[in-house]
């Protein structure tokens, strides 16, 4: 007995130096002053959203529901300082933070979804001349290459595959280029680093658009339409192409879809024929339903998915009543962010990708290919206000 108690003080003496030792994980705000363009960019990104995004939020909620054992899951990626802090309960600053500077920029190696990090590591950053009194500074040739964002963007529950962003890359012509994930999803520009620093060719931006960012989607896919018709018979022959994504669209989470709505019209606007095709990665549970709750997934029914670089042809034929004059044609590829999850405040956000049209008189043939329409990148601002909303609810 006595024994024990002298090993149980022992054990405390012995963790209590290293206790004090602990540096804590400073929040973002601690780097405003000199890092403030990387500050604005991130505080806008999905990465610090990713505990305070309401898809999240409702997801999570119900994941803990269904088995507590999903706290520490979902957290350990979407607020990962909660791997080595075990606030799991999110009552630090920095666990709200999400994905915050201070993790990333301590990561010294990623296997698998394993982490290797700590507060008391120097700044790992992709200079090797970086030089200040604010803190030590390290290369870090980990954090320009696309493995250091797989310990996220990659994962499974039950053997079963969810998140493949990383190796779609791994497989795509950009991969074997050598395009990295952060060439595309973090574009550089000349400027200063930090406040003080020397101007440099290339500082990374923060911004990390995706599926959120209209602007960013826009530029995924373009449709080529051609039409034929013999007597009453119509055929009209899409080619759709993508050509700037290094994996597949959509990537990510099951819940991500690409829609395609097909409508052929009469002179008069009289619909004469309509079909919708669905690509997507579709999830079944253990009763054979489609499972919306990724979590919950036992295998995988179907992946009709775009390949990056996959130039896709899809045929709609149909017949035209008698005596039909012009046939119009609107093809739509829409992404779908479906948020089945959220049943108040949003049903599922839709960004249109593109689309074409085509006209044909009787027996003739002709391709108008249209413009994509104009921008609308408010999806992101709308989901940043939702957060601010809850998370100012919350504080009071
Ligand atoms: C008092 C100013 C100051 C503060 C505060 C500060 N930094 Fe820095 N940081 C600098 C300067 C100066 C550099 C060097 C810039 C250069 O060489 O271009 C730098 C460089 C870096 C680098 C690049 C390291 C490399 O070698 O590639 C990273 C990453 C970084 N800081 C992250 C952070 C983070 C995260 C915080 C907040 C937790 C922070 N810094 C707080 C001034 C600061
Ligand atoms: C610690 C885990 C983690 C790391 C490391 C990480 N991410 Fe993420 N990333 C996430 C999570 C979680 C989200 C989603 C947040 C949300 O919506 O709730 C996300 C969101 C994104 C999005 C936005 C997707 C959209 O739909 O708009 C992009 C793009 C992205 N990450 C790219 C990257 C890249 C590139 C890297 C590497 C430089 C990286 N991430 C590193 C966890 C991570
Ligand atoms: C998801 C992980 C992630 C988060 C969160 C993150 N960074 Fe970075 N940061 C990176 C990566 C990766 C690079 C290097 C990109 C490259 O070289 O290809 C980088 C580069 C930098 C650099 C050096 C180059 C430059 O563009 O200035 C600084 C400084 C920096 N980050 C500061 C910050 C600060 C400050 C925050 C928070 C406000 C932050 N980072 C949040 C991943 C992250
Ligand atoms: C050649 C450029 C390119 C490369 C390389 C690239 N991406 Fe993307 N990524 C895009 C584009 C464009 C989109 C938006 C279209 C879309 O929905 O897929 C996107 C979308 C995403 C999304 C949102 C999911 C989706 O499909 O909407 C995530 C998350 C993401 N990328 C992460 C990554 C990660 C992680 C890597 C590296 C393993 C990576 N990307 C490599 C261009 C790229
Ligand atoms: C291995 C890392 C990892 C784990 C563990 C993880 N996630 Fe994520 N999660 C991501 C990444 C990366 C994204 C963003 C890109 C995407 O869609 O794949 C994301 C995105 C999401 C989104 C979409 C948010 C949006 O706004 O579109 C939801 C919802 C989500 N995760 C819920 C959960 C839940 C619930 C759990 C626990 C059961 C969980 N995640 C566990 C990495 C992870």
Known sequence: MRAK????CLVFMWMMPLA???KEFPISLTCTNCHQDRYNEWSRSMHALSVSDPIFEAAYLRAYESDPKYRIFCLSCHSPTTRITHDFNLTKSVSVEGITCSFCHSVTAVEGNNFTFNPNNPMQGPYNDSNTDAHASSYSALHTKSEFCAGCHEFSINGVPISQTYSEWKASPDAAEGKQCQDCHMETKSGI???GGPVRDKVYQHFWYGGHTGQFLQNAF????SIQRTGNRVNVTLNITNNNVGHMIPSGLPMRKVVLDFNATDEQGNVLYSAQKVYAKTLLDQYGNEATDFWKAVSIAKDNRFKPDES????FEFDVPEGT???DTQATLTYQLQAEIITTEMESLNVELA?????????ATATYPTPKAP???????LIAMIAAVLVIRRKR
């Open 325 to 327: 004059g012009r046939v």
């Open 193 to 195: 680093a930090a406040k």
């Open 375 to 381: 921008d609308i990148g408010w999806i992101g601002f």
């Open 5 to 8: 108690v002298v090993c149980v």
């Open 222 to 225: 373009q449709i080529a339409t």
């Open 20 to 22: 004090l030792a602990e």
């Open 355 to 363: 689309s074409a049209s085509s006209s044909s008189v009787s027996n």
């Open 312 to 315: 896709r042809i899809e045929v």
